[in-house]
């Protein structure tokens, strides 16, 4: 099968080649997957897990990307909840070989049914945003209906998947980012909107939630806009911690209830995908390393 891989982690994605692998042969639990459509994550070759297994070993030359959506073409010893010919889609292991290859073997617990009525390309691109925005809402952030939440990254994947939950459950949603964002978040549900290039982000008052994805700076700054008893959620590791609330940053994990919830949403409209760029497998490595900013997500089509 054709695949993606990298041998040289001081190389990067200089260090990525399309190549020739063996087809995976699904163990104990898992599924083996004709992958139809694939998505990464930019950084996740500064990973650990991009390049070693869970007992720290190496496991280069290895394959990345970590979402998926395809059929299935077989089951390992044991395998339950899937079947021969199911469309499906999800988050595969971090520290097995991902996605950027015409076949995966994945464990079978981390993936959902795709209906028939959403594309494959539409199926790889919800994985990581969804499953992200989805657990920092509720469980870590355990919002509830009046809150209110500070979005940033409003326009960006995950950013604007908060943004729309959080919107639909009730929550007074306030989105962040750069100016020439402004109209994508406040089309995605940001009732307010602030330039963190040009608007003073403390003019916001007390939030009872903050969603944050840059970390550093803005991390520091927004743990002050918490309120008491409140939250600021991270995915950009350790920072600061609100006064008087809660601080946590947390690594999503795949879960196929919750990937059920999100692909329904996207089915009935009540959530929309922010998809930029289409690229094929063969054009993988410069998609992986644009010379350019992207906007959206950029997914792998690996089957036309």
Do not use: C
């Not at 099968?1 to 982690?9: G, H, L, P, R, S």
């Not at 020739?20 to 997957?33: G, I, Q």
């Not at 971090?94 to 076949?103: F, I, P, Q, V």
């Not at 903050?210 to 927004?222: K, T």
Request: glycine share 14%; aromatic share 6%; no cysteine.
């Amino acid at each position: 099968m054709k695949a993606i891989v990298v041998t040289d982690q001081a190389a990067g994605t200089g260090g990525m080649t399309l190549t020739e692998r063996s087809k995976p042969s699904p163990a104990a639990n898992d599924v083996l997957v004709q992958i139809h459509a694939s998505g990464f994550t930019p950084n996740e070759l500064s990973w650990p897990s991009s390049w070693t297994d869970r007992l720290d070993r190496d496991r280069t030359p290895s394959i990345p990307g970590h979402e998926l959506a395809g059929v299935v073409t077989a089951l390992g010893y044991g395998t339950a909840g899937l079947s021969v010919g199911q469309r499906v889609f999800g988050l595969t292991d971090w520290t097995r070989d991902g996605t950027l290859a015409e076949y995966a073997a994945v464990e079978a617990r981390n993936l959902a049914p795709l209906p028939g009525d959403v594309e494959f390309t539409v199926g790889a691109s919800l994985p990581i945003s969804g499953l992200t925005a989805w657990q920092g809402l509720f469980e870590h952030g355990r919002l509830q209906a009046g809150q209110s939440v500070l979005v940033h990254g409003a326009a960006g994947g995950v950013g604007s998947m908060v943004t729309q939950l959080a919107l639909e459950a009730g929550a007074y949603v306030i989105g962040t980012g750069r100016a020439g964002n402004r109209q994508t978040a406040l089309d995605f549900g940001a009732q307010e909107f602030v330039d963190l290039e040009n608007d003073t982000l403390e003019d916001v008052g007390g939030v009872d939630l903050v969603f944050d994805v840059f970390g550093g700076d803005i991390g520091q700054r927004s743990a002050g806009l918490v309120r008491d008893g409140g939250t600021l959620v991270s995915i950009a590791g350790p920072g600061a911690r609100p006064a008087n609330g809660l601080a946590i940053d947390f690594v999503v994990e795949s879960d196929r209830a919750q990937l059920g919830e999100i692909v329904q949403r996207v089915r009935s409209g009540r959530l929309r995908t922010s998809i930029g760029t289409v690229s094929t497998l063969d054009d993988a490595v410069s998609a992986f390393n644009p010379t350019e900013r992207v906007k959206g997500k950029t997914v792998i089509r690996v089957r036309p």
